[in-house]
């Protein structure tokens, strides 16, 4: 098993993770697309909380 650290860079994500205590993020994958990175997490703990964050973004 592989345990990485990273930084969340992207504002959107940066912010509604500051906004929403106890959230957990679990990368799942990233595809490169023509002119972007989609990046696919799952988002577990307070879910409801960080989907609003998101809205206000």
């Known amino acids: 098993m592989i345990i990485v ?3 969340i860079d992207h504002p959107i994500l940066r ?3 500051e ?3 106890n959230m957990e993020l679990t990368w799942e994958r990233s ?3 023509e002119d972007r990175i ?3 997490l799952w988002a577990d703990r307070n879910f ?3 989907e609003d964050a ?4």
């Open 38 to 40: 989609r990046v696919l």
């Open 31 to 33: 595809d490169p697309l």
């Open 19 to 21: 906004q929403v205590l």
């Open 15 to 17: 912010d509604t993770s």
């Open 5 to 7: 650290e990273y930084t």
């Open 54 to 57: 998101l809205k206000t973004m």
């Open 48 to 50: 409801d909380a960080f």
